[in-house]
């Protein structure tokens, strides 16, 4: 079935209600517009709960939890009956209306803010819920009896880092919690009970919102698309909870390439593949049913890494890869990715420097990798993306790419030359314009759109013709995983015309949701 979808990032969305972010309740006036413009899925980057101190969606303190900054408050009961927002100190609110109007995300701001607001709709939740025993809070009860295998380590874990060591990573704890005696974790669980609590609660919160906006953004016939970061942190509740799983000893990275010399040094811990096909890897297995619960797709993040992962040992040995050899690498990535794709279509991130066997593997299993307009090209021809296999995702860049106008202005002009050959733009051609405009935007995205692949995927920057970025790989910067979208996403419906410039465009190419 060919189909169209939008990348933006949650954070991105900007709303009126929204607390200097996107939140949850914010995908669904986001999908209704997507849906109107002709897209049926909206991807989005990860939600999981970020470790301390980074803004990147892709250093995960946990697999499984939604991150706490992405819950509105203006949704959730326990906040209005703690009084809302008119019941913040003044510095809250005069805070609250200066990050609604941020040009971008301040992170550690509107965590703080966050913080201090869920600590109060906790407590009214407490007295008012808990304390009685209602329904609520067998509600509450119930959401851990289901989602015990990782909550009950999760809210221990954060209990722990936080509330009593301070931040410390984990493996800088006493030894009996470091090495989880289990009389230290009853001791534990007993003496922060409260607060186990409170990060159980905060899950619930943010599960029952996600499943309402997921429910009625596939009312307006739009799917959620997310994204499964290819490791966590190795601060996190999972490499504590399973340090079996995980070579502690050395880092994840990325081998030298046509981009970077030295390659890449990620500073995460490394799979140990062997452990981990011998117990059937359950690890993995709970991350896809977690997946699958909260999105009808995803997207895999590296997934030349779960074939073959690339890692720098911490003694200054030689890098290497694991598994060692081609066959290995074949069977590891293809047992991973059997366990992922359950319950979810699965997309594969092969992107940068892939073998020709792990795409090979990937078309035996009809999962669908990447072809992304600006790459794929043969010296100096480009591929004509009529040709593009069907089962695979056209796009016009990532969140890690400068936006296609910006690409496009810094083209060289044999460059831009060669790409206006491709047959689906020669109605550019005899313009050959040397700046990106309206047409170059409307000319590209139809040649994406007609393209053999079924999904086609834009970048809300691309499909609107702007010039923001999400991130800028191999920098550390406030500007990246700070985007937000100009405008407030009620008033997007109130632009008529590139509701249905876009919609023309799913319409043409068979992309719009009933076209055949």
């Known amino acids: 079935m060919r ?14 209600p929204s607390w200097g972010l996107g939140e949850i309740p914010d995908l669904v006036p986001m999908a209704r517009w997507a849906a109107q413009a002709g897209f049926s899925l909206l991807q989005l980057l990860p939600v999981n709960e970020a470790s301390r101190g980074q803004d990147s969606p892709y250093g995960a303190l946990s697999a499984y939890a939604i991150d706490p900054v992405y819950a509105s408050l203006e949704a959730m009961p326990d ?17 609250l209306a200066r990050l609604r109007e941020a040009p971008a995300v301040s992170w550690p701001r509107v965590r703080a803010l966050k913080a201090r607001a869920l600590e109060a709709a906790f407590r009214s939740f407490q007295e008012r819920e808990w304390r009685l025993r209602g329904e609520r809070a067998r509600d509450l009860e119930a959401f851990c009896a289901e989602h015990a295998r990782w909550l009950d380590d999760y809210a221990l874990f954060v209990a722990l880092h936080d509330d009593v060591l301070g931040g410390r990573v984990w493996t800088s704890w006493p030894a009996p919690l470091r090495d989880r005696q289990p009389a ?41 698309m997310g994204d499964l ?13 399973r340090p079996g799983d995980f070579r502690l000893d050395a880092r994840v990275g990325v081998p030298p390439d046509a981009f970077s010399a030295t390659g890449q040094d990620w500073g995460l811990p490394v799979y140990r593949w062997d452990v981990m096909a011998r117990e059937g890897y359950p690890w993995l297995a709970e991350r896809a049913r977690r997946s699958a619960a909260l999105y009808g797709y995803y997207r895999v993040d590296h997934v030349v890494g779960l074939y073959r992962t690339y890692y720098r040992p911490d003694d200054g040995g030689p890098a290497a890869f694991i598994p060692a050899g081609e066959p290995d690498q074949i069977r590891n990535g293809e047992a991973v990715m059997a366990v992922l794709s359950r319950g979810a279509r699965v997309i594969a991130e092969d992107l940068g420097t892939v073998p020709d066997f792990v795409r090979a593997s990937l078309a035996r299993l009809g999962i669908p990798g990447y072809r992304v307009l600006r790459w794929e090209r043969d010296g100096d021809t480009w591929r004509d993306p009529a040709a593009w296999p069907a089962v695979s995702v056209a796009t016009t860049g990532t969140h890690d790419t ?24 020669a109605g550019l051609r005899d313009r050959s314009p040397a700046r990106f405009d309206d047409g170059v935007r409307d000319a590209v995205l139809e040649l994406v759109y007609r393209s053999g692949s079924d999904l086609a995927l834009l970048p809300f920057q691309d499909a609107l013709g702007t010039r923001e970025r999400v991130n800028t790989p191999a920098t550390v910067s406030e500007r990246n995983w700070s985007y937000r979208i100009p405008m407030d996403v009620a008033a997007l419906p109130g632009d008529g015309a590139t509701v249905a410039r876009l919609r023309g465009l799913a319409e043409r190419s068979g992309r719009l949701r009933g076209s055949p």
Do not use: K, T
């Not at 189909?3 to 009126?16: C, E, K, T, Y």
């Not at 290819?230 to 909870?241: E, N, P, T």
């Not at 400068?402 to 733009?425: H, K, N, V």
């Open 3 to 16: 189909h169209a979808g939008l990348l933006v990032p949650l954070f991105s969305i900007r709303s009126a």
């Open 79 to 95: 906040f209005a009956a703690a009084g809302g927002a008119a019941a913040l100190e003044p510095g809250d609110r005069e805070e």
């Open 184 to 224: 230290a974790l009853d001791q534990a669980r007993e003496e922060l009970a409260d607060r186990i609590l409170y990060y159980s609660w905060l899950q619930w919160q943010l599960d029952l919102q996600w499943h309402e906006a997921r429910r009625r953004a596939n009312r307006a016939g739009v799917e959620l």
């Open 229 to 241: 970061p290819f490791m966590v942190a190795g601060d996190s509740a999972d490499v504590w909870s």
């Open 402 to 425: 400068e936006s296609l106008a910006e690409w496009y202005d810094a083209l060289p002009e044999g460059e831009r030359a060669a790409l206006l050959r491709i047959p689906g733009l």
